[in-house]
């Protein structure tokens, strides 16, 4: 089992700055990729950042330059610092991790439950 807490939304006024934070446990072996996506009011799901390791980070494309993500492997955390919110910025952001777990070995995806950040204009 593998459990994803997530924490950091709320509301915020435009231009201000959110920081969501996703911590993994459980039976994990290695962490393969964290990410961050969002999900607005009657739009579809959507990448906001993804670090599948190493260097390599991907943003989409609404949040380059304003959003950052970052991870502690040491923690089994990953991080998304939001600057410049805007009021399109509005939704439910979910964390996603895909790990490799401890004996039997399997590799699983996990969703975190999502935290509402709403920007206000």
């Known amino acids: 089992q593998v459990q994803l807490v997530e924490s950091g939304g709320g509301l915020v006024q435009a231009g201000g700055s959110l920081r969501l934070s996703c911590a993994a446990s459980g039976s994990i072996l290695r962490i393969n990729s964290m990410g961050w996506y969002r999900q607005a009011p009657g739009k579809q799901r959507e990448l906001v950042a993804h670090s599948p390791g190493g260097s390599t980070v991907i943003y989409g494309d609404s949040v380059k330059g304003r959003f950052t993500i970052a991870r502690d492997n040491a923690k089994n955390t990953v991080y998304l610092q939001m600057n410049s919110l805007e009021p399109e910025d509005t939704a439910v952001y979910y964390c996603?991790?895909?790990?490799?777990?401890?004996?039997?070995?399997?590799?699983?995806?996990?969703w975190g439950q999502g935290t509402l950040v709403t920007v206000s204009s």
């Open positions: 996603k991790v895909v790990v490799t777990t401890t004996q039997p070995y399997k590799l699983l995806e996990v």
